[in-house]
């Protein structure tokens, strides 16, 4: 294993337009989720087409500002107090997405999810203690019939990559040179094109259960974005600008809702066009947020606000999607009605996901890093 330099040539700072563009992207995957049910898992009727590459994004900017905040400072800070630091910033919400997913898991119930109605609350009980450490369950486990490693919040398959993306980084990543971590980014983008082009839907969607296909497309969507994330961040100098906010954001909600490239009949082309952002677009969009500056007082409390309830929204909206999908399939809700309902919903979430920000996660987030973190002046600037 070949160690490199972890000095970068720019100076350390707080990149307010990544925050925006991860809120950016948690809204447009939430709006994907509302419409989704009116595809009728034709992905080609699809409105919002492209949204689920919206993880992919999540793991691009995750590497970016991992080897950020974190890449120069292994000469003064142990594992153990990394992995602290990971748990304490995402952990205390995945349990409030369980919590969640669990109180509403029953008004899920419909011929959609056919294992709800023969669920008892003592496997409740069970999926809802394992949930809550993150650990996978297997499609013999699943309560809902979706296969889904975390049946009651779907989504959270992410987060239980990201922590594998974290160990990879802690005990692997880091060590690389940036030659050795260009060359497995190649690799890994060949691996990303390939499972796009030939996947029978001419997509990267999946990693949400625990079988080998389905693992297979996980582990694919996480290893080239959060590399290729902390390659770019290693490799290009930031040099700040003005604000670029508006430009990324557009060009992001742009390519999340691109309609079906191909049809039916080339479904290699959506594959085509999948790899093409992933690979191409996504790094410029980031480099775009990370040069930008946000000068004029409004834009930056929108950028701001946009990156408080971007985790929030993203962790706990599918356990609301659930219920939503039950409801529309029982009472025949039509399309146009269906989306302003599914808008008016969108916009409960986000001032739900606001209030347990403020009203949990910070105040846990913080008593946490009080009880369990030490007060030292090299730890006390890397943010959690």
């Known amino acids: 294993m070949i160690t490199s330099s972890s000095s970068f040539v720019d100076s350390k700072r707080h990149f307010l337009i990544l925050d925006a563009l991860r809120g950016v992207a948690a809204i447009t995957v939430v709006l994907f989720h509302v419409l989704e049910y009116y595809s009728n898992g034709d992905h080609v009727q699809q409105l919002i087409n492209h949204g689920y590459l919206a993880v992919d994004f999540f793991f691009m900017l995750s590497g970016y500002v991992m080897a950020h905040a974190y890449d120069d400072r292994w000469n003064t800070m142990s594992l153990k107090d990394f992995f602290k630091r990971r748990i304490i910033r995402l952990h205390p919400m995945i349990i409030v997405g369980m919590i969640i997913g669990a109180i509403l898991f029953f008004f899920g119930e419909s011929p959609m ?6 669920t008892s609350i003592w496997q409740l009980l069970l999926i809802f203690i ?31 990559f990201e922590y594998i993306a974290n160990i990879l980084h802690a005990l692997v990543l880091r060590r690389l040179s940036k030659v050795m971590l260009g060359v497995l980014v190649f690799i890994a983008g060949a691996a990303l094109i390939h499972l796009a082009v030939t996947s029978k839907n001419g997509d ?70 999948d790899s093409l952002i992933v690979i191409l677009i996504f790094p410029i969009i980031i480099y775009l947020g990370a040069i930008g500056d946000v000068k004029n007082k409004v834009a930056e409390k929108v950028c701001k606000f946009l990156g408080d309830v971007s985790y929030p929204i993203y962790i706990i909206h599918y356990p609301f999607i659930y219920a939503f999908y039950a409801w529309i399939m029982k009472n025949n809700i039509p399309l146009q009605l269906g989306a302003w309902l599914g808008f008016g919903l969108l916009i409960l979430m986000v001032l739900i996901s606001y209030v347990i920000l403020k009203l949990y996660d910070e105040p846990v987030r913080h008593w946490l890093s009080n009880r369990f973190m030490k007060k030292t002046k090299t730890t006390a600037n890397v943010q959690l």
């Not at 996978?136 to 919040?153: A, C, F, K, Q, Y």
């Open 204 to 273: 990267i969607i999946g990693g949400w259960s625990i079988d080998p296909e389905q693992l297979r497309i996980g582990f694919t969507r996480l290893l080239f974005p959060y590399m290729a994330g902390m390659l770019l961040r290693r490799t290009i100098k930031v040099i700040e600008t003005k604000s670029t906010f508006l430009v990324s954001s557009l060009l992001l909600v742009a390519v999340l809702s691109f309609p079906r490239v191909g049809g039916h009949d080339n479904v290699w082309m959506n594959g085509i066009y």
């Open 130 to 160: 394992i949930g809550c450490t993150l650990i996978p369950v297997t499609p013999s486990m699943d309560i809902r019939g979706w296969s889904e490693m975390h049946p009651l919040n779907g989504p959270a398959w992410s987060l239980f």
């Open 113 to 118: 999810f056919p294992k709800i109605e023969g």
